[in-house]
T-cell receptor, first 117, second 112 residues
Framework: EAGVAQSPRYKIIEKRQSVAFWCNPI?????LYWYQQILGQGPKLLIQ????????DSQLPKDRFSAERLKGVDSTLKIQPAKLEDSAVYLC???????????????FGQGTRLTVV | GENVEQHPSTLSVQEGDSAVIKCTYS??????FPWYKQELGKRPQLIID?????GEKKDQRIAVTLNKTAKHFSLHITETQPEDSAVYFC???????????FGAGTRLFVKA
């Protein structure tokens, strides 16, 4: 089956500019996650969608980050304006709907490496 | 809030030796504990997972153990090989919101 698709793979922008990332999850996966992975650290959850609704966005810096998942399929993550500390890999992941209340495997995309200069 | 602590941050072993990575979690309601392997420049990929109704799970050279009382779980890799060299992340899924929290990662070096 096709995996999680992300674009672009790399992006270099100047601070205070804006940038957008795109994610297409695996077909049929209702849950979509955006993670921020700073070099040498574990992925940090920014936002989680269940279909087109937000399940958790407690770690999303809402003054500059926004995300949407229109129609419950593709998703975009935007940063405006970017700061130097936003330099990281932004990973999108998706998983099947849960049966009961247990978690399931998350399938990750290749990520977008953002460099803010 | 929810938290997952992972130790050690770096682990170096000789080929053929065993490697053990340990994680602790804060929310006793967590019920799913996956382990991901991330090779340099690549995406994290699931290598093994365990649910809260099981104490141990094995898959060839990899095993995971879970102690719900102590709220910790461990990854065991036996007969390590150079291709096991990577960063390993533990994670815990919290039922309140179903979000998955990752540990900081362990960089494993297997020396030939």
């Amino acid at each position: 089956e096709a995996g999680v698709a992300q674009s672009p793979r790399y992006k270099i922008i100047e601070k205070r500019q804006s940038v957008a990332f795109w994610c297409n999850p695996i077909s049929g996966h209702a849950t979509l996650y955006w993670y921020q992975q700073i070099l040498g650290q574990g992925p940090k959850l920014l936002i989680q969608f269940q279909n087109n609704g937000v399940v958790d966005d407690s770690q999303l810096p809402k003054d500059r980050f926004s995300a949407e998942r229109l129609k419950g399929v593709d998703s975009t993550l935007k940063i405006q304006p970017a700061k130097l500390e936003d330099s990281a890999v932004y990973l999108c992941a998706s998983s099947f709907p849960r049966q009961g209340a247990t978690g399931t495997e998350a399938f990750f995309g290749q990520g977008t490496r953002l460099t803010v200069v | 809030g929810e938290n997952v602590e992972q130790h050690p941050s770096t682990l170096s072993v000789q080929e053929g030796d065993s490697a053990v990575i340990k994680c602790t979690y804060s929310d006793s309601a967590s019920n799913y504990f996956p382990w991901y392997k991330q090779e340099l420049g690549k995406r994290p990929q699931l290598i093994i997972d365990i649910r809260s109704n099981v104490g141990e799970k094995k898959d060839q050279r990899i095993a995971v153990t879970l102690n719900k009382t102590a709220k910790h779980f461990s990854l065991h890799i036996t007969e390590t090989q150079p291709e096991d060299s990577a960063v390993y992340f533990c994670a815990a899924t919290y039922t309140g919101g179903f979000k998955t929290i990752f540990g900081a990662g362990t960089r494993l070096f297997v020396k030939a």
